[in-house]
């Protein structure tokens, strides 16, 4: 109880000055309300970080649903590796069929006294490509964050159980892309307003723009 009272008292030290509750909300918690910002801090500091490991991007918090998921920097998860006794790292091998990857496999060393153990990890592509972003143009680099996440964690779990990179979330935390077209011309086919409320239930997630308006006027008086 009194640590966590401290880290408590820590937080709101840390966040009485506007300006660097401002600067994380912008950087380090991009997307998330101020509420959810002393959530992720608080459940961060409790994992063991300090403050400044969320000013300095060592951690940080990515929007999920209503609610946030942490993320630790494969940096600084690479630092806690080498602190923990890690010697080594393979190079990535990959798994690629007809010019596609299909897996990643990495294997990381770690000495634990005078025993120097080996720790594989294979990944496969399509459980984290978003087909967007840096997985299109650098897709072997992506992966290979992954698979070696996936290795250091194995190395390391009582240091790094609780810890994940963003390239290993992403897949997880994006929002589902909504064909308005096609959205809109359901919209238009819709003939009672028992059959608008169970397309507006379809997706709790939509969010539809003020000019995609029915046209029948049964069910106008829903976007009044």
């Known amino acids: 109880m009194t640590d ?12 009485a000055e506007p300006k660097v509750l ?14 959810n910002v002393k959530k992720a801090i608080f459940e961060g ?13 060592n951690v940080y918090a990515i929007p999920y649903g209503q609610t946030y998921s942490l993320i630790t920097s ?13 010697v080594g790292e393979s190079a990535p091998l990959y798994e690629e069929k007809n ?4 897996s990643c496999t990495i294997t990381v060393k770690r000495k634990v006294n005078d ?22 143009t650098k897709p072997r680099t992506m992966i290979a964050k992954v ?4 290795a250091l964690r194995k190395a390391c779990p009582e240091e790094l159980a609780q810890s994940f990179i963003e390239e290993e979330m992403e897949k997880e935390t ?3 892309a909504i064909q308005m077209e096609e959205y809109k011309n359901k919209l238009e086919a819709v003939k009672n307003l028992e059959e608008a409320v169970d397309l507006l239930l379809e997706d709790e997630n939509i969010e539809i723009p003020n000019r995609i308006v029915p046209e029948n006027p049964e069910i106008t008086s829903l976007y009044a």
């Open 99 to 102: 010019g596609q990857i299909i």
């Open 115 to 136: 025993y120097i153990g080996e720790y594989s990890a294979t990944v496969y592509f399509n459980e984290y490509d978003t087909k967007r972003n840096l997985w299109t």
């Open 174 to 176: 994006e929002k589902p």
């Open 45 to 57: 500091m409790m994992r063991g970080f300090e403050f400044k490991d969320f000013l300095e991007k």
């Open 4 to 15: 966590i009272i401290k880290i408590q008292e820590e937080i709101n030290l840390q966040l």
């Open 74 to 86: 494969v940096d600084y998860a690479r630092k806690i590796g080498m602190r923990s006794g890690i």
């Open 147 to 150: 698979a070696e996440m996936h």
């Open 22 to 35: 401002n600067a994380l909300i912008s950087t380090t918690f991009k997307g998330l309300s101020v509420d």
